[in-house]
């Protein structure tokens, strides 16, 4: 049985904000490919220096925070069950914490050590928030911490628990399940929480191993993009690339090529370079690109397939042409040639393994490492260009939130805001 916990909303209604350019809306920011708009973005700070504030949260998680209308959203469990998942709104200003909605199951669901529950990022729009904690439901607030709706979507059930983060586009929330038996992509309708439409993947498996004992699983979060003038949804599923009809759910086209010898499993989301799709898959899986554009099976448009790459569950990057991506094992920063699937260069700087995404802010790239250290470096093809690393001693697996002279971090104790 699923219900609502009110815990206290702090704040009135009545201050809604339109959405700013350089809010962070959702995971790996307001266009989903870890870009950002906003200026004056800080280069160094350690947990001493540069600190703007720093909030207390319950739990570690690996969601990471968003900004929207002078809100800081994040998620985190109550307790070490999982049974109570909550969202919290701060005030990006001066981090106090204005409203917690927390709901509650029975039954604890199994998770992996490294992926403690609530390891999603909400999304919102200036006017609503929302935040999908699997067996708990999907869940959509105003800003004022009221509940708008909720819907209960059934069990997902997976040994190493759940972790895609739901996306916003033109009054519709998009969200990929891929881990465990329910695998799918479905769009529900922003203001009523009605499903619009959700097309099932078809496995071969009990959605934990394959058909061959190995692993699956897919903890990708789906991308937008246009191709060929069309809006299209991006999803990597644990065996194939597909991208789906935004209105209809309609599968437009597959790319094969992402299972490999040791699972059926995808963490990090596509990267587009123009009219290429790069995927690298989970688990030291393949790196791959096809070419974009076409209908069908698009299988035959590959231009290579690396059998073997680090350990990716961080997203990349494209800028000038080159893709940066960040591994989890080795703990390497690369600049791969996306035309070819060349590695440039590879760079141990960051000195621990990453979870967390590459962000472009500035022209710099940020990343957090475990151990807390984000390694920020200029984007060169020829060489690893670090500009700083700041750390803060606190581990985390989460991804920097970009907005105007303020990034926001989340690590396993506290959420950060770094600025003056």
Known sequence: ?????????????????????????????????????????????DADTNVAWKAPLPRPANGSPIVSGGRVFVTSAEDADGKQRSLICFDAADGKQLWKQTVQIDKKMPTHQTNPYCGTTPAADGERVVVWHASAGLHCYDFAGNSLWSRQLGEF???????????????????????????????FDLKTGDTIWQTDEPINGNGERNADGKY????????????????????????????YDLQSGKILWSASGVSHDRGDLSYSSPVIVDDLCVVTSGFQGVTLAFKLGGAGDLTGTTLYRNEKSPQNIGSGVTVGGYVYRVNAGPGTIECLDPATGEIKWTDRAAGANMWGSLVLAEGRLYVTNQDGATVVFAPNPAKFDQLAVNKLGESTNSTPAMTDSHIYLRTAGHLWCIGK
């Open 1 to 45: 049985m699923l219900r609502t916990l009110a815990l206290g909303c702090l704040c009135a209604a009545g201050f809604l904000a339109p959405l700013s350019a350089a809010d962070w809306p959702q995971f790996r920011g307001p266009t989903g490919d870890g870009v950002s708009t906003a200026t004056k973005v800080p280069i160094e700070w």
């Open 216 to 243: 699956m699983g897919s903890w990708s979060t789906p991308i937008i993009t246009k191709i060929g003038g069309q809006e299209q949804l991006i999803a990597i599923m644990p065996t194939r690339v597909n991208g």
């Open 157 to 187: 059930e997976h040994m190493w628990g759940y972790g895609t983060s739901p996306i916003l586009h033109n009054g519709r929330i998009y969200l990929s399940s891929g881990p465990g038996k329910q695998i799918w992509v479905a769009a």
